[in-house]
């Protein structure tokens, strides 16, 4: 028994030992200025050995934390020679996303154990990340590729989406702007949902020069322009307050994707939040009388069938039937239209028509 201890406390010394010169390696390939083929074949081997040896919280940080950083070694490697595509290829959300998700959990953990191997390096990685990132998205849009600029926005924000809440909303508006709105639609959902706009804060103060109200990304930004003397009047906002214009601008969007019903949801929790709103209670009504008006579509040619079918009795009959199942399917519409606006004359008439139609003489009375 004894020579069995011996044997496993002897393998998991190797083992620890093996990880730990696993890590050396790793370690200083990573931090070549110039990373030769050998260098990056070695650091892809060693990096795949460690997923499997590392037993220990920080070794399994620091191998996560190697793995996800292969693509930046691999762009190291090539050096002069990166072109702007492989520099792009680094861009794409996924990546991003783990990119970011593994400086913020390595940060965290240096903090807690107390040993700084890597973050000042990291802080400033990604600081300048998110600059470069920020140029280029400004760039597009300058150069009104606003689907593009859209892009680079959202994988700002999903690479440090608690500070960049903002990019979100960027990359909403961009694509918008592109005129893509199944893209504007997925990130508009996300929107509405987001941290930022539902519990976040916009900081805004005067710009002394010219009096224009102007935004900081944070409150430390806006306090060293305060000191400096440049603004005052600073003033907080909660991103909350604009819930019901993206809630509007989300039921729009759904419109124009033909998503009525989308629409209808999204208008009734923009009105939940600001029921004196006009602008809203307008646009909710126009989206059932729209509704409403979509099941008639057919009506002008099922009317020209029923007034040629006048000596085919079975058949009149088939087809009074089915225009009077046209106007049930529409009646809902109409009379949330009326609830909403009972002064619309044409939804006025509609609603007298569908309730004649749909055999409800006397609601159609009661329509004045």
């Known amino acids: ?78 050096g002069a020679k990166a072109t702007v595509q492989d520099q792009m290829n680094l861009y794409k959300p996924e990546f991003i996303k783990e990119y970011g998700e593994v400086i913020d959990e390595t940060l965290e953990f240096e903090k807690k154990s107390g ?39 959202y994988s700002l924000y999903v690479f ?41 804060v916009t900081f805004y103060a005067v710009n002394k020069a010219n009096g224009n109200e102007e935004e900081f990304n944070t409150r430390a930004d806006r306090t060293h322009y305060i000191t400096l003397g440049s603004h005052e009047k600073p003033k907080d906002v909660k991103n909350s307050t604009k819930k019901p214009d993206v809630l509007k601008l989300l039921a729009l969007i759904y419109s124009q994707n033909s ?27 126009q989206i059932y009388y729209n509704a409403g008006i979509s099941h008639l579509a057919d009506e002008e040619k ?14 009149f009959d088939e087809l009074m039937k089915k225009r009077k199942e046209m106007f049930l399917k529409a009646l809902p519409d109409f009379e949330k239209a009326y609830s909403i606006n009972p002064t619309d004359a044409n939804t006025k008439s509609l609603l007298k028509s569908a309730y004649d139609i749909t055999g409800q003489p006397e609601k159609a009375k009661a329509i004045n």
């Open 160 to 200: 440090d989406p608690k500070q960049e809440g903002k990019s979100l909303k960027n990359a909403c508006i961009l694509a918008v702007q592109a005129e893509d709105f199944k893209l504007a639609q997925k990130l508009y959902e996300e929107y509405v949902v987001s941290d930022y706009l539902n519990n976040g």
């Open 302 to 315: 099922l009317i020209n069938e029923i007034n040629s079918s006048r000596n085919d009795a079975k058949k």
């Open 1 to 78: 028994m004894k020579k069995l201890v011996l044997s496993a406390t002897l393998l998991l010394s190797v083992a620890t030992f093996a990880q730990k010169d696993e890590l050396k390696t790793l370690k200083k390939i990573y931090s070549k200025e110039t990373i030769s083929e050998k260098d990056l074949e070695t650091y892809k081997s060693t990096s795949d050995a460690l997923q499997t040896l590392a037993t220990e919280e920080s070794d399994k940080v620091y191998a996560k934390f190697y793995k996800t950083m292969y693509p930046t070694v691999v762009l190291a490697s090539k």
């Open 115 to 153: 040993k700084k191997i890597y973050t000042d390096e990291l802080i400033q990685e990604k600081t300048e990340f998110k600059q470069g990132l920020s140029a280029i998205a400004m760039n597009l849009n300058n150069t009104s590729k606003f689907k593009e600029a859209s892009a680079l926005f």
């Open 259 to 285: 998503e009525l019903e989308k629409a209808k949801t999204a208008y009734a929790e923009a009105r939940k939040l600001a029921p004196n709103d006009e602008e809203l209670k307008q646009g909710e009504f």
